[in-house]
């Protein structure tokens, strides 16, 4: 049974940091492309990053950069999402995705590359408090 879990959402204060984890089972997630996404209230789907199968380093969106680290644990099969200097506009449901394909990081965390996906986790929910 191929699932995605994810957790360490929560409720912090701008500035604070969250550990988001991205649990794997059914398969193996270091053979996989995995990403990072976000759903805010009202808004779209957006990509936040993501790293493909045979990347040395993970892409990030410009809102993001500096501040979140996306790192693969293959022991543990869990792909984690370090977020610190949290700011409000942060706040959104957190998915994870992974993807048996070959395309880069980039790629995934683009619209045309995030929808095709194979296995999606259900998210957890980011708040971020002014």
């Known amino acids: 049974d191929v699932r995605l879990v994810e957790s360490g959402g929560g409720l912090v204060q701008a500035g604070g940091s969250l550990r988001l984890a991205c649990a794997a089972s059914?398969?193996?997630?270091?053979?996989?492309?995995i990403g990072w996404f976000r759903q805010a209230p009202g808004k779209g789907l957006e990509g936040v990053s993501c790293i493909g199968s045979s990347d040395g380093s993970a892409y990030y969106i410009d809102s993001v950069k500096g501040r979140f680290a996306l790192s693969r644990d293959n022991a543990k099969n869990t792909v984690y999402l370090v977020m610190n200097n949290l700011e409000p506009e942060d706040t959104a449901v957190y998915s994870c995705?992974?993807?048996?394909?070959?395309?880069?990081?980039?790629?995934?965390?683009?619209?045309?590359?995030?929808?095709?996906?194979?296995?999606w986790g259900k998210g957890t929910a980011v708040t971020v408090s002014s």
């Open positions: 059914g398969f193996s997630s270091a053979d996989y492309a």
């Open positions: 995705a992974a993807d048996r394909g070959g395309y880069s990081g980039e790629h995934y965390c683009t619209a045309i590359g995030f929808y095709g996906m194979d296995y």
